[in-house]
Structure formats: structure tokens, C-alpha cells
């Protein structure tokens, strides 16, 4: 049992779609929509707004009007488009967001504290928020009756409020759930990098007790994918890959060890 995560980031997934395609293991394939989001919500003259918290991660504030482009790039456009190219590779796609069925339920945070020019402000109205239950009924019914569910971000809330969600996490929790061997995670980098400015310093493989050490290197996105992959492996994921989506083969690529291998 498999669980992949197709980054946002990543501009061209066809061969990594045709990979899944063909893989013969049971698999559910979890994405986001970063790029489509944000090029929509510029084109809807309501550009992304990202901000720093007061611990320093960069996130987006989903207002009301952001959540409904949310909505039409992930659940729409990329979901459907991915789920009609698998089913032209054969697959037996069926697409989802991590609301239906109330597969992923948490907590929405209306309130966003943020750190702007030295100063902490407070924003109201976001539709963020942080995963607390999954429910995986609904991922297995459609897996022992041989689809192949593709699923998106947002969650919902224990209010029935659409929440903009971790797309790493969602993944790792989906793969919790299931009781997945391996969470894959694939990106435009060729995994964790030791030197952002140099693919060629890639970690090949990082032990659980050196996760804390090693996300040092890690900036933004990077770090949040290393730590999501440590979560992982302490509730019993037996291997976690950062792995590379560019390219021809990227999942054979990955079976045969390329990228970066997080384990006990």
C-alpha cells in the first residue's frame, strides 16, 4: 500500500501520472494546486497574500474569497484534470477533496496571528486550519473495490467549514490511516538538500534520530516536507520518500533509491 503526494510546485506530473498508471500496488494519490491557485487568484484580481507567523513559517491567508478560488484550482481544475488523464492511462481514478465523506476533519483557526515589519498583527476571517481526525471508510471502500481515490485539500471543520489544509500532512495522515508501507512525496527538487543552492548535496537517506539535526539545512516548504516524513515514521510509516517529480520515471526512479529516504 501506497500513498504519493504530487506537490503543487511541480509544473509538468504527466510522467509521474503514467507511473502511478502502471504501478500494480494499491495506491491513493493525494495533491495540491500552489501554482494554479496562485495564478488564478492574480487573474480573479485577488492576488495571493502569504505571511509570517510569529514563529517564522510562511503560510497563505485564506480569506472567504481565496478559499473559493481554492476551491475551483484544486478541487476543480487540477482534480478533474488529473483524474481524466488517469482514466486515459486506464486507472480507475475517482476524484475527491479531503471534505467528502469527512475524510479529513480539524480545526479551523479564524484568527491569524502574523509578523509584519517587526510587528505582530492579528488577521481575522482566515479558513485555515490543522488536521485532528481522519476518517478513512470512504478511502477504503473505494480501494477494495479497485479505484484509485485522488484527493485534494481542503478539509473540513468540526463546523462544516471548508479549511485550507497541509497537502503534506493530509498525505501523511492518509497514510497513517491506511497503514501505508511508504509515503512518497514528490516536488521540483531531487529531495532534501543539504545546500538549497546545490542539487548535487542531496541527503540520500535520514534516520529518525537525525531529523531534528538535518532540517537545519531545510528553509520553507523543504523543512515542513522533513518533519511531515519524521511524523510519519513515528506513527508507523515504514519509509518516507522527498522525492524528485521531474523528469521521465519519477516513481521507478524512486524505487530504485533515488531522492531522499527518511526511516527509523
Not at 479529513?104 to 482566515?126: F, T
Request: glycine share 10%.
Amino acid at each position: 500500500m501506497l500513498v504519493i503526494k504530487i506537490g503543487g510546485s511541480l509544473t509538468d506530473f504527466d510522467p509521474l501520472l503514467r507511473d502511478v498508471a502502471a504501478c500494480r500496488e494499491p495506491l491513493v494519490l493525494v495533491h495540491g494546486a500552489n501554482k494554479e491557485l496562485n495564478e488564478l487568484s492574480a487573474r480573479l484580481n485577488h492576488p495571493p497574500r502569504m505571511v509570517t507567523s510569529e514563529r517564522g513559517e510562511i503560510s497563505r491567508f485564506t480569506d472567504a474569497t481565496t478559499m473559493d478560488h481554492f476551491l475551483m484550482a484544486y478541487a476543480g481544475k487540477q482534480n478533474k484534470r488529473i483524474v481524466e488523464r488517469l482514466r486515459a492511462l486506464g486507472a480507475n481514478a475517482v476524484g475527491l477533496t479531503a471534505m467528502d465523506g469527512g475524510i479529513a476533519i480539524g480545526r479551523r483557526k479564524p484568527d491569524l496571528r502574523i509578523k509584519e515589519a517587526d510587528k505582530v498583527k492579528v488577521l481575522h476571517g482566515d479558513h485555515s486550519g490543522s488536521i485532528e481526525r481522519l476518517e478513512p471508510k470512504l478511502l477504503r471502500l473505494l480501494l477494495d473495490n479497485g479505484y484509485l481515490p485522488v484527493i485534494t485539500p481542503p478539509a473540513i471543520s468540526h463546523e462544516g467549514v471548508a479549511i485550507n489544509v497541509d497537502g503534506d500532512r493530509l498525505a501523511m495522515e492518509i497514510a497513517t490511516a491506511l497503514e501505508a508501507e511508504r509515503l512518497l512525496i514528490f516536488a521540483d527538487t531531487p529531495g532534501f538538500m543539504r545546500d538549497v543552492t546545490d542539487e548535487r548535496s542531496v541527503i540520500p537517506l535520514i534516520h529518525l534520530d537525525e531529523v531534528e539535526r538535518v532540517a537545519e539545512y531545510g528553509k520553507g516548504r523543504a523543512r515542513v516536507k522533513l518533519l511531515a516524513a519524521a511524523q510519519a515514521i513515528r506513527r508507523g510509516i515504514q519509509a518516507v520518500g522527498l522525492l524528485d517529480g521531474r523528469g521521465e520515471h519519477p516513481l521507478t526512479r524512486a524505487f530504485e533509491g533515488a531522492g531522499t529516504w527518511v526511516t527509523t
